[in-house]
């Protein structure tokens, strides 16, 4: 981490001893056309993958709450694509939605509709990697909302059922506002995860086409495995900390006006 | 009713990818891409797996996976246990300093590391190798945070009348803590499994022979630009997904205990 911190000041191409640059690498970011491309495209994939997943492992986690036949089956249906690995998840949805042969296309064609290029098309690629990120954590949502769903006394619901409280009020007036502490924790592990957002991108589009789906951790790769840059990739990966570290910092300080801790 | 109807229509929504990657790489090259798609193959073949163990060595990169996983794992283990009975029981100067410290490293993301460690691994001559792959790997701060909180909930009485006999700390430590500690190791154990068996960047990175490939590696590197024998990758995906499905299928309870303890406590 210190060395990171140390690094980011240098130029470094790993041959010549590192050379102590100042503040330049941070000047060079800031008109970095990719760089400020890369840190866009994440921005706007967590605000696609976020809502998603949020919104479908709330719903999840509601519907499941009670026990029926078969709902422990369906839990681990949802939980299944956690502990599945990145290439995995990423390669086979990278099947799903090849454009020529691709289950969605294909099924689309039967149809008689001309399905889109999917990931190799710059104006789908980035749904095309939201889609199967919220597929893989939708679980994970579902099983911290759960758990939270649990540790709310039953005795709240009743009590305002027996006032004639309806389905709708007791879900917005009393569930939701206590799952708070639960929602609080999916945002801020959601944000740290998904600001370092890579393997999926990595195996599906390699962050094209035309830098569509580039994100910040494959210009720290690139810079610094592909061109060698150690020191410019380093002030990158700082500023992605920063990024983080503030993000996480402003959640903590704004919980106490929306998260209710009993 | 109705709640049920959609959430079991969506759960199988959830597992449809998982059976369309087993029907894929059961079907030739051309039912594959055929329109409409079909579910079930008409003529299944075992060609695909045929071919991932002509392209990969399949063995080779399962034992590959299974050994740095399980070495990486045990020493996780001892190290976060160690080191949490230290934060947890002894005194010793700056040890809220350096709990602080880390605390913070939680908070970094590997990925603002791994130009650093990267010139570290180089620098000791371990790029390309297992132990460069693993070193990494065999220390866990997240680990440590969970297994000094495990250990403070142990009531100090426990102990008190083993220190009254006379017992060492390795003797408490043995005896005492550890025996406690096993749901909160069993879960560690299952996170740290799955973190080091998918992990991919570091790999990536790191490794360039294919016989010191690990799975997640080997996969990403079998779908070519542009010519893909995407059955075959579904036949590869299918044989590398089993084994953690089947670790989840059997430890279902604890593995989703595992993920809320982490949560919970972190």
């Known amino acids: ?262 | 009713m109705r709640p049920k109807f959609f959430t079991t229509l969506f759960g199988i929504l959830m597992l449809f990818p998982f059976i369309w990657m087993i029907s894929s790489s059961l079907k030739n090259s051309v039912e594959a891409f055929a329109t409409p798609p079909t579910l079930f193959p008409k003529a299944p073949t075992l060609e695909n797996y045929r071919n991932v163990f002509r392209a990969l060595d399949m063995p080779r990169l399962f034992f590959n996976s299974f050994a740095v996983s399980v070495v990486c794992v045990f020493m996780q283990l001892t190290s976060s246990a160690l080191a949490g009975y230290a934060f947890a029981r002894l005194n010793f100067r700056g040890k809220n300093a350096i709990f602080l410290i880390y605390l913070a490293t939680m908070m970094i993301p590997f990925q603002v590391i791994i130009v650093p460690l990267f010139i570290e691994m180089r620098h000791f001559g371990l790029i390309d190798s297992f132990l460069g792959l693993g070193l990494p790997m065999i220390a866990s701060a997240f680990g440590v945070f969970l297994m000094r909180q495990a250990m403070l909930a142990i009531p100090r009485e426990l102990e008190e009348a083993a220190i009254l006999d006379g017992a060492s700390h390795f003797r408490l430590f043995f005896s005492i803590a550890l025996p406690l500690c096993i749901p909160t190791l069993a879960a560690l154990t299952i996170l740290s499994f799955m973190s080091v068996w998918n992990a991919y960047l570091w790999p990536l990175v790191v490794i360039f022979s294919p016989e010191k490939m690990t799975l997640p590696l080997a996969l990403s590197n079998l779908h070519g630009e542009n010519l893909t024998d995407w059955p075959m990758v579904m036949a590869a995906t299918t044989l590398a997904a089993l084994p953690i499905a089947i670790i989840y299928l059997v430890l279902q309870k604890q593995i989703a205990q595992s993920f809320l303890t982490a949560g919970l406590k972190g």
């Open chain 1, 1 to 262: 981490m210190l060395a990171a911190g140390v690094l980011s000041f240098t130029s470094w191409d790993l041959l010549s001893p590192p050379e102590w640059i100042g503040f330049n690498n941070f000047k060079e970011l800031i008109s970095d056309r990719d760089f400020l491309n890369s840190l866009r495209n994440t921005l706007v994939f967590i605000a696609g993958y976020l809502p998603l997943v949020y919104f479908l492992g709330l719903a999840a986690a509601l519907a499941l709450n009670r026990k029926f036949k078969g709902s422990l089956a369906l839990r681990a249906a949802y939980f299944l694509p956690v502990v599945t690995s990145w290439v995995i998840v990423a390669l086979l949805w990278k099947w799903i939605l090849n454009p020529n042969g691709g289950l969605v296309n294909s099924a689309l064609s039967a149809i008689g509709i001309q399905g889109p290029g999917w990931w190799t098309s710059k104006n789908w690629s980035m749904i095309s990697v939201i889609v199967p990120s919220a597929w893989k954590d939708l679980g994970y949502v579902m099983l911290i909302l759960l758990a939270g769903l649990q540790a709310i006394p039953p005795e709240y619901k009743e009590a305002a059922s027996i006032d004639g409280a309806s389905k709708r009020q007791i879900l917005f007036r009393i569930t939701l506002p206590l799952l708070t502490p639960a929602t609080f924790f999916v945002l801020v592990v959601s944000l740290i995860n998904n600001f370092q957002v890579f393997d999926q991108i990595w195996i599906m589009t390699t962050g094209g086409p035309e830098g569509s789906t580039s994100v910040v951790v494959q210009q720290i790769v690139k810079n610094s495995f592909e061109y060698g840059h150690m020191g410019y990739a380093s002030a990158m990966s700082m500023v992605l900390f920063l990024i983080i570290m503030i993000i996480t910092a402003v959640q903590i300080r704004l919980q106490k006006r929306w998260v209710n801790y009993e």
